[in-house]
Structures are given as C-alpha cells and as structure tokens.
C-alpha cells in the first residue's frame, strides 16, 4: 500500500497532466485519460490531500476565451466532489475567481453549460446543510455570486446574445434545483424574456421556470431545496 505522500504526489500529478494537456490542441485524449485515472484513483484513496492551488497556477496561465481548460477544470471538480464533498466548502472562496470566465465567455456553448448545470447540481447536494443548521458564510457568499453570474447572462439578450442568455436559464434551472429561492431575484428578468417580440423569442426553458410557485423558504442562505 502507498504511503500517503506517494498517494498525493500521485493524484496531484494527474489534476495537474490534465489541465496541462486540456489546453493542447493534440493531447485532448490524454486529459480525458488523467481525470478517468483521478477518477478511480479517488476512489481507493478518497482522503488524498489535494492541492488546490494547482488549480489556480494553471487556470491564471490559460486565456479566459479558451474553453477547453475550463471544461477540464469542471470535471476534475466533479471526481473530487464524489470522494470530498467537504472539498467544495473548504475553497469556495477560491473557486468563485477560476469559475468566473465560465459564466462571463461562456454560457453560448452547449457542452459547458451542459457541465456547469452537472457541477452546480453536485456542488449545492454536496454544500447542503442539515436540517436547522445556519449556511456556512462562505456558502451564503458563494450564492449571491452565483445569482450575480446568472443575472448578467439573462441580461445578455439586450446585446442580441440570445444563446448565452439561453445558457444562462439552464443554469438558473439547475442551481433552483437545490435553492428555489435564488429563482425569486430573477422572475422580474424571466418575464420581461417572456414578453419578447417574436423576433426575439425567449429561450423555451424560461416558461417552466416563471410559472413555477414560489418556494416556502426563509432566507435565502438558507433554503436548501
């Protein structure tokens, strides 16, 4: 059996060949291969001490407008996230910066909006609290970010931006999944979408959200679905 330092070279490496090789045009099956490998690997040693600032070094060093990084960066959250729930919670803070070109470049691609919905869902199951516990502040902080990210791409649509703003009602959906009551700072925004001239017709996943009944919750921060 491996030591716990040989275990954590280990799993770092792979976060580390992936995010490297995510970004080269030629090496893309190779960064699917190190987050399958981290994958099983978290699996055996689901304590492994993780770094996250390798995560920043590399991120920081891609361009915002590259997606490919970014999508690597999201499933390699996802393989954490099913053997260190507490991962998330302990980096929130952290995280909001790497995640931001995400909701800001790129809520017009399909498959990043498709993963950043899978991720969200995965985050706030994992970031809940039990039954009469108060939201941890970073938690609280990491909401309000989110509501602010998916507001501006709803807001999109005044720069004829119409599949972003469409992105951006998905990820809405998945995060009302787990906090309906985020919905709520956004219906204003989801009906003046429903009231678009034909020429502009609102994103058909923006109905079933404005028609849904509001959530019995109390504060925000705390409503966890």
Same mark, same amino acid.
């Given at each position: #059996?491996?030591?716990?330092?040989?275990? /954590?070279? &280990?799993?770092?490496?792979?976060?580390?060949?992936?995010?490297?090789?995510?970004?080269? +045009?030629?090496?893309a099956g190779l960064s699917d291969q190190c987050v399958a490998l981290l994958d099983q690997?978290?699996?055996?040693?689901?304590?492994?001490?993780?770094?996250?600032?390798?995560? /920043? #070094?590399?991120?920081?060093?891609?361009?915002? /407008?590259?997606?490919?990084? @970014?999508?690597?960066?999201?499933?390699?959250?996802?393989?954490?996230? #099913?053997?260190?729930?507490?991962? !998330?919670?302990?980096?929130?803070r952290s995280l909001t910066p790497l995640l931001r070109p995400a909701f800001e470049h790129h809520t017009a691609n399909d498959k990043m909006v498709v993963l @950043?919905?899978?991720?969200?869902?995965?985050a706030l199951a994992s970031l809940a /609290?039990?039954?009469?516990?108060?939201?941890?502040?970073?938690?609280?902080?990491? !909401?309000?970010? !989110?509501?602010?990210?998916?507001? %501006?791409?709803? &807001?999109?649509?005044?720069?004829? +931006?119409?599949?972003?703003? %469409?992105?951006?009602? #998905?990820l809405l959906q998945a995060v009302s999944e787990h906090r309906p009551l985020l919905l709520d700072q956004h219906l204003g925004t989801l009906s003046k979408l429903m009231s678009l001239p034909p020429t502009a017709p609102a994103p058909p996943s923006v109905t079933s959200l404005a028609v849904r009944p509001p959530p019995q919750c109390g504060a925000l921060d705390g409503c966890s679905g």
């Open positions: #059996k491996p030591s716990a330092a040989i275990v /954590e070279v &280990l799993i770092n490496f792979l976060i580390r060949v992936a995010l490297i090789a995510g970004e080269a +045009k030629d090496a690997g978290l699996r055996v040693w689901p304590d492994a001490n993780i770094k996250f600032q390798y995560f /920043e #070094k590399q991120l920081q060093a891609t361009s915002q /407008e590259s997606a490919t990084a @970014l999508l690597t960066f999201l499933a390699i959250l996802r393989s954490i996230l #099913k053997a260190q729930p507490k991962f !998330l919670l302990k980096n929130l @950043l919905c899978d991720f969200l869902r995965d /609290e039990p039954p009469g516990a108060p939201p941890a502040p970073e938690l609280g902080a990491f !909401l309000r970010w !989110l509501s602010e990210m998916i507001g %501006h791409g709803l &807001l999109a649509v005044s720069l004829s +931006k119409e599949a972003a703003v %469409h992105g951006s009602v #998905k």
